[in-house]
């Protein structure tokens, strides 16, 4: 089971970044797979999920209305849509799956962390 995060980068308040996580070793179709962001010396925040089966999804407050998380099967991929960028989302992303059906369980499998830097 592998989960490989991309598409981190720095850009300006307002703007949008789409990051991308590709699982192998398994279907992501069948298992929740979520997002959660860092930043150094604050706790680990859950982002965004998006549940197996159904696809259901559920957001942090700070990012409902901007964030957007979403399922191709097609390509194993989970995306994670960031519009309306502000400084306070500057953090290290990971994508994460608890390998199970819901996005209740906790994680067991994590993907490197990709850099998501918002400044002027």
């Known amino acids: 089971v592998q989960l490989q995060a991309s598409g981190g980068g720095s850009v300006q308040p307002g703007g949008s970044l789409r990051l991308s996580c590709t699982a192998s070793g398994f279907t992501l179709d069948n298992y929740a797979i979520a997002w959660l962001r860092q930043v150094p010396g604050k706790d680990r925040e859950g982002v965004a999920c998006?549940?197996?089966?159904?696809?259901?999804?559920t957001y942090a407050d700070s990012v409902k209305g901007r964030f957007t998380i979403s399922r191709d099967n097609a390509k194993n991929t989970v995306y994670l849509q960031m519009n309306e960028l502000k400084p306070d989302d500057t953090a290290i992303y990971y994508c994460a799956t608890p390998l199970e059906r819901l996005c209740t369980y906790g994680m067991s499998y994590w993907g490197e962390g990709t850099q998501v830097t918002v400044s002027s």
């Open positions: 998006v549940n197996g089966g159904d696809a259901s999804t």
